[in-house]
């Protein structure tokens, strides 16, 4: 094959798997801190690759890489699509107790660890709170600043504490209510 046929052939995928520059260096950037705020809210390392992977092909779809407000949209992107994840496990877990009531309970060999039943309760919580109270958790637990998280929600630095306080109140009733349940 000569020269001009291979570069015929070779062009369309270079130009299908370039990514840009600028969004290579916001992928290395900030990736690490989209999983931690994904998996602050999922609780699975996979789980919270996957939400990752999801928020970036989402912003390198809609978004220019070189964006002032890039890092701030990908985590709070990241608090949503994982609480979207809780939500949607939450459901398909009371489908599925829905469905077994009427069955015999499968015995636990192992038995529930007591930190894994507390990590399900405050996911629990946290898919019955009001989206933005539980992103702000999500935020700040996942180790962003005040000044970050007011960026990422675009909120004043100085209503995040007292934002970040109701958040905490709202908390602690919805892992009271779902310990009464």
Known sequence: MDADA??????????????????????????ARVVRVAYRVVGDRGEAED??????VAFYRAHPAD???AAPWLHRA??????NVVRSRSRRAARDERDAAGREPAADPEG??????RAREVRAALARMPRGAAELLALRYSGLSYSEVAVATGTN?????TRL?????????????????
Not at 10 to 30: D, G, H, N
Not at 78 to 83: F, N, Q, V
Request: positive net charge; glycine residues 2%.
């Open 78 to 83: 990241a608090a949503h699509t994982a609480l």
């Open 67 to 69: 964006a002032a407000y």
């Open 165 to 181: 306080r109701r958040a905490h109140d709202a908390f602690r009733k919805e892992v009271s209510r779902g310990q009464h349940r």
């Open 112 to 117: 529930t660890a007591l930190e894994r039943e």
């Open 6 to 31: 291979v570069a015929l052939i070779e062009r369309p995928w270079a130009r299908a798997t370039a990514v840009p520059a600028a969004f290579e260096q916001l992928f290395r950037a900030e990736y």
């Open 51 to 56: 939400v990752a992977q999801e928020v970036f």
């Open 157 to 161: 630095i100085d209503q995040v504490g």
